[in-house]
């Protein structure tokens, strides 16, 4: 047994974990054809965590497939990114989508494929029951069990965009929570408020500056693109595999300084979801508008994700101060994809996440979870092989972007901590995991397993021995 200090997960969604378990998981399906056989008497069929490169097809599913499964009830079925879903004839039947339906700015749809990217999955959203208030505790206690059990004492979480209920809705069941003691996860709210109507009832009603018992109120989070896996994400140029398009921006350059300058000017950091390089420029742009009138200098901004932004990017970065929240894990996924998505030149350009180290940008993990496993030993296995778990066969993606072990927990706990203005309190907070992971080899430290969580000096989680 080894003692170690519990991990800080610096973005995820806590909320969104429970919910996902609550679905279907459609990560164990190896080929479309045994997506087909789903049977079930839900009279939504939802699931969540295909992707294409894991079905022998090697294709991503239609509504022709789903309709395989059902004609009858709406069947609902998530990309593992979350940026897109594909749906069968009865659920667009039911969100009121045919051939005339128009497209409107933020997403696409096709109703020939059913397939819907980033805000065109609003309309299928829409027509899903809405989760009852039980229902949205009994998730955050699951999201919370599943962090504790692997030895996650801390997050920051995106929760007020994962359900379709009030934002209040989502703070008043946690302050419940946490005031019960059904909560032990500390956790910083990544403010996901996307119009300035939302934003500005928020900050009218001084959320941004309130204490609450167990979480806090963090920075503006803001979607500003897709993912790489969907073709989404923003990028300069059109991907490598379709010239056609360079992915979604979900704001106008307008709307985005708007909102990064509302939060800045009351103070409050911004966290925004940037991985194409074309939204990292706009994004940036922002920022450093935001900063020239409000004169604040001493902020903790940060893109999270940032997984296309060059080296270039990374300079500019460093010179406004802003900080790379990302993801190593997402090489378990990606892997397959990103030189087909990006050609060799761009490739070489991405997931520098060594170099924005070694550049003297704050770099933090976390694992984006339910988009992949919340199990940081997996994490720390991809930042320090560049490999895949998920396809191991597959050659290690930039070698020289890899961290040691030290390095790369420094980044897993002490720079998530800077990101939330804490790294100079005391965390009491430890674990007991089953080897000695400064010894183990990569594939041991993938598979070490928590033991024991402690937080503030008391066990919070004991795994079973049986």
């Known amino acids: 047994m080894y003692k170690m200090n519990a991990f800080h997960d610096s973005h995820l969604h806590m909320l969104g974990i429970g919910y996902v378990e609550s679905m279907l998981d459609l990560s164990t399906y190896d080929s479309i ?3 087909r056989r789903i049977r079930s008497e839900r009279s939504i ?17 239609t509504k022709d497939d789903l309709n395989r499964i059902s004609t009858t009830a709406p069947v609902v079925f998530i990309r593992v990114c979350g940026h897109v879903l594909v749906v069968n004839d009865k659920a667009m ?7 005339q339906t128009p497209q409107q700015d933020g997403g696409r749809f096709d109703v020939t494929t059913g397939l819907f990217t980033e805000g065109a999955m609003q309309r299928i959203y829409d027509v899903l029951p809405k989760p009852t208030k039980d229902d949205i505790k009994r998730y955050l206690i699951t999201g919370n069990d599943r962090l504790i059990e692997m030895g996650i ?23 419940e929570l946490y005031d019960e003691g059904l909560l032990q996860v500390r956790l910083y709210e990544q403010v996901n408020l996307p119009s300035k109507d939302l934003l500005q009832d928020f900050l009218n009603k001084g959320y941004h500056k309130r204490t609450f ?11 500003a693109d897709g993912s790489l896996g969907g073709r989404t994400a923003y990028m300069r140029e059109p991907y490598a595999d379709d010239p056609t398009t360079r992915g979604e921006r979900n704001f106008t350059q307008e709307t985005l300084d708007e909102l ?3 939060a800045d000017s009351h103070g409050m950091d911004v966290a925004v979801h940037a991985i194409g390089d074309g ?14 009138r409000t004169g604040r200098i001493n902020h903790r901004h940060a893109l999270i994700h940032a997984q296309l932004t060059n080296r270039e990017q990374i300079q500019r970065m460093k010179q406004l101060g802003v900080g790379a929240i990302v993801q190593p894990i997402f090489l378990n996924s990606d892997i397959p994809i990103i030189t087909e998505r990006l050609g060799s030149r761009r490739a070489n350009e991405s997931y520098l996440f060594r170099s924005m180290h070694e550049a003297g940008l704050q770099v933090g993990f976390s694992t984006d979870a339910p988009v992949e496993g919340v199990n940081p030993f997996h994490n720390l296995y991809t930042a320090m092989t560049r490999r895949s778990i998920r396809y191991p066969d597959a050659s290690p993606f930039l070698l020289e972007e890899a961290f040691d072990l030290e390095t790369a927990l420094h980044c897993y706990t002490t720079v998530n901590r800077w990101f939330e203005y804490n790294e100079h309190n005391d965390v009491n907070d430890w674990i007991i995991v089953d080897r000695d992971i400064t010894s183990a080899t990569p594939s041991q430290l993938r598979d070490t397993i928590v033991l024991e969580t402690w937080k503030d000096g008391t066990c919070i989680y004991r795994r079973n021995q049986n």
């Open 33 to 35: 054809e045994e997506l």
């Open 45 to 61: 069929i939802l699931g969540r965590g295909w992707h294409q490169n894991q079905f022998v097809e090697q294709r991503v599913p």
């Open 93 to 99: 039947e039911l969100a009121g989508i045919d051939e």
């Open 153 to 175: 004492t801390s997050c920051a979480s995106d929760d007020f965009s994962t359900l379709p209920v009030p934002y209040e809705l989502i703070i008043e069941c946690m302050t």
């Open 213 to 223: 018992n167990g979480f806090t109120m963090g920075p503006l989070k803001l979607l």
């Open 260 to 262: 990064i300058h509302m």
């Open 279 to 292: 939204i990292v420029d706009a994004i940036l742009d922002s920022i450093e508008r935001s900063m020239a």
